[in-house]
């Protein structure tokens, strides 16, 4: 969630039931977050217990023929929970494309091949700049709370993980196959990566310069909640991985109403004063609902002038790639944005023990049990190695938040002075559900065989 938020307390291993307001205390962003965590924990842990992994009341995501489809099939409406998350789909013409974000050039049916078809489940932070219908206008230019909504998307693949076909025998034990198909690994891997943080090390003689001194401490000015976020997915073997960072959560946004070829792009409102505001050398993330849907990174490019007095910035491609084009209602359908990330990647910045840019315009993670990256103001991460005979696989939005706070001129993260304890990503957390195989003979679906899980209530 990229909000602007103080930090994210919420821990379901602490085990509480409630927050407790007290009279004449302050009250914070996070206390009341957490609360709304703390019910949602207990409510979809309730629901998976009782109706397991998956499975609905009625015949809601059920895959079906429709008459006049051709390399499609329709997705039939009504409900389903997938780790206790409640699914909803009110179309009853919803067809597989047909569903937002669907990108034919990745997920096309192929004809004259077998397909597994699964449900695929996550949450997304969406604020006045994703619906307008957050913000009331009788507050001006006011800005207020956010909304988390429960994303879901039918997606297909037409061979196995790895790269072995589909079975095409309906009498298959499709169960069994799904258990030994190594599915559940691909869809979330047990090594996404594991970070480290600290903004204090322990004494030490060490002489390695990658080793923060005694005295260091977190010397920012304001408290701080870092979001590191992976760009590009991959592995930092193959040096595909990338990350980026943001000192405000990825909270700093600017929603556009134009961006043309030579890289010129439109603010609908200039930034909340000079910490919320975009300067040259900004890295910035173009973004819309297609890139949020699908769970994708938008393209990266650096700013290279600004002009408060139009409103306008220039952008330079961080690739060869151009930036994306969009027609002129767009702007406001698919509410495309630039998000600001608060890293220098230029020549001259990556020196010592600063990561390294990549390709992409985001910054190389590299693996170490030494391996210190400096973010800024004394905070530093490291990126540590799987455990032997494995490999991290890294996906595009996983993220960690680093709390910093300058009144105890450190970070809060779990662990001992100079001795951080490596923490797996806080998120995205992607559930997924099994629907079914589908044969497809010609341009039409000629068979299928369903995974989906009807509750007898």
């Not at 103001?377 to 991290?392: H, I, K, S, Y």
């Amino acid at each position: 969630m990229k909000g602007d938020f103080s930090r994210d307390t919420f821990n379901p291993l602490r085990h509480f039931s409630r927050v407790l307001a007290q009279q004449g205390r302050l009250q914070l962003d996070a206390d009341s977050n957490e609360q709304s965590a703390i019910l949602l924990h207990y409510l979809r842990t309730l629901a998976r217990d009782l109706i397991g992994p998956y499975g609905g009341p009625d015949a809601g995501f059920s895959i079906g023929v429709g008459a006049g489809l051709k390399l499609d099939f329709l997705i039939l409406a009504g409900r389903y929970y997938v780790d206790g998350i409640l699914c909803e789909n009110e179309r009853t013409d919803l067809t597989y494309a047909t569903q937002a974000a669907y990108r034919a050039d990745r997920d096309a049916i192929k004809a004259g091949e077998t397909h597994f078809v699964y449900l695929d489940v996550w949450e997304r932070h969406v604020s006045s700049l994703d619906d307008d219908a957050i913000h009331d206008v009788a507050l001006g230019r006011a800005d207020t709370m956010t909304r988390a909504q429960v994303m879901w998307q039918v997606r297909v693949a037409a061979r196995t993980p790895d790269d072995k076909p589909l079975p095409i025998d309906q009498a298959t034990d499709w169960n069994d196959w799904l258990n030994k198909s190594g599915w559940p690994d691909k869809w979330q891997s047990p090594n996404r990566g594991q970070l480290k943080a600290m903004a204090r090390a322990a004494v030490t003689n060490d002489p390695n310069p990658c080793i923060l001194s005694p005295d260091a401490r977190f010397r920012g000015l304001e408290n701080q909640l870092y979001r590191v976020e992976i760009h590009s997915g991959g592995t930092a073997a193959a040096k595909t991985a990338t990350f980026k960072w943001s000192r405000d959560n990825g909270s700093v946004v600017f929603a556009l109403t134009a961006l043309d070829g030579a890289g010129k792009a439109t603010l609908a409102e200039w930034g909340r004063g000079d910490c919320a505001s975009l300067t040259r050398d900004d890295w910035v993330e173009v973004v819309d609902d297609d890139v949020a849907l699908r769970g994708e990174a938008g393209p990266l490019a650096v700013v290279t002038s600004v002009q408060p007095d139009d409103g306008t910035v220039m952008l330079q491609a961080a690739s060869a790639k151009p930036l994306p084009a969009y027609a002129s209602g767009d702007y406001a359908t698919k509410h495309v944005q630039l998000r600001r990330w608060d890293y220098k990647n230029k020549p001259g910045t990556s020196g010592g023990n600063r990561p390294k840019p990549a390709d992409d315009g985001a910054l190389l993670i590299e693996e170490g049990d030494s391996k210190w990256l400096a973010l800024e103001d004394g905070v530093q991460v490291l990126f540590t190695p799987a455990p032997a005979g494995a490999e991290n696989e890294y996906r595009t939005g996983d993220y960690w938040l680093i709390p910093a706070r300058t009144a105890a001129g450190d970070i809060e993260w779990p662990g001992m002075m100079g001795n951080p304890q490596a923490q797996g990503p806080r998120g995205v957390e992607h559930h997924y559900a099994p629907l079914g195989i589908i044969g497809v003979k010609a341009a039409e679906v000629g068979w299928m065989a369903s995974f989906r899980k009807t509750l007898n209530l």
